[in-house]
């Protein structure tokens, strides 16, 4: 039987001059240092940025990111909120 789980997500941005795959590891290499157990990313749209003559400067990647909440909190003795 499986446990069940419930995960948050969040929304990145990420951006790039070389590619949208670079876009998006840069999106979640800048969020890991803040978020951690980062579970799965779904890319949800892709765009680029082009200066005034067509030409694409950059390319960026929004991902919808789930991660898992760890309890470290109560492991350190805080107390849950109340109901």
């Known amino acids: ?4 789980s419930v ?4 929304e990145l941005v990420g951006s790039s001059p070389t590619s949208w795959e670079e876009a998006a590891a840069n999106a979640i290499k800048a ?3 803040s ?3 980062l579970r799965i990313a779904e890319v949800k749209e ?3 940025k082009m200066d005034d ?3 694409i400067i950059a390319y960026r990647a929004r991902l919808k990111v789930s991660f898992k ?7 350190l003795g805080w ?3 109340k109901e």
Not at 1 to 4: G, L, P, T, Y
Not at 7 to 10: A, C, D
Not at 69 to 75: A, F, L, Y
């Open 1 to 4: 039987m499986m446990q069940e």
């Open 7 to 10: 995960y948050p997500f969040i």
């Open 31 to 33: 969020t890991c240092k």
């Open 35 to 37: 978020v951690w157990c």
């Open 46 to 48: 892709l765009d680029v």
């Open 53 to 55: 003559q067509g030409k």
């Open 69 to 75: 909440q760890d309890d470290w909190k109560s492991e």
């Open 79 to 81: 107390k849950a909120c």
